[in-house]
């Protein structure tokens, strides 16, 4: 199964108000989430407290698991980009992932980019097992609030069930 989510969505915290969708040619969308949004932040938060979870799994070395990534936020001024990162390890207690998507906003990575993970910036946690999906908190929450023909658009395309 191709790293599907990490090129699926991936979004930035901004300043403004509401959320938006950004649309790139021949890049991932970018969902733009209000810095203020109550819903998102309680996500983060909880992708935060079970990062546990993701550590067993990747160690497990479970030939079931797959698409092990990680969100991390990159600062950008006042607001951040929250980039998904593939090809995750851990090495001690370090985590390396390769930057994902090409960034929108931030200049600090670039797309390929293997780079060592602060686990204080981890905004969300994932992997697959099967048609599960594990973790992926934002994720979860960015498809409860598309339409039913969005989210159905969205599992087709991704080959999940929610």
């Given amino acids: 199964m191709p790293l599907f ?3 699926l969505l991936l979004f930035i915290a901004s300043c403004g108000s ?3 969708k950004i649309k790139r040619a021949g890049e991932p969308d970018i969902i733009e989430v209000d810095n203020n949004d109550e819903e998102m932040a309680t996500a983060i938060k909880h992708a935060k407290s079970t990062l546990s979870e993701f550590e067993a799994a990747l160690k497990s070395n479970n030939p ?3 698409n092990f990534a990680l969100k991390v936020r990159f600062e950008n001024g006042a607001s951040g980009e929250h980039i998904w990162l593939g090809t995750v390890s851990l090495i001690g207690r370090i985590y390396y992932g390769v930057v994902a998507n090409v960034p929108e906003s931030t200049n600090k990575v670039e797309i390929g980019d293997t780079i060592e993970i602060d686990t204080s ?3 969300d946690w994932m992997f697959t097992e099967g048609t599960t ?3 992926g908190y934002t994720i979860k929450l960015l498809r409860q609030r598309m ?3 969005e989210q159905s658009q969205f599992d087709k395309e991704n080959g ?3």
């Fill in 5 to 7: 989510l990490i090129t």
């Fill in 18 to 20: 509401g959320s938006r």
């Fill in 64 to 66: 079931s698991f797959d």
């Fill in 121 to 123: 910036r981890v905004s």
């Fill in 133 to 135: 999906l594990h973790g």
């Fill in 147 to 149: 339409s039913k023909d």
């Fill in 160 to 162: 999940l069930t929610f």
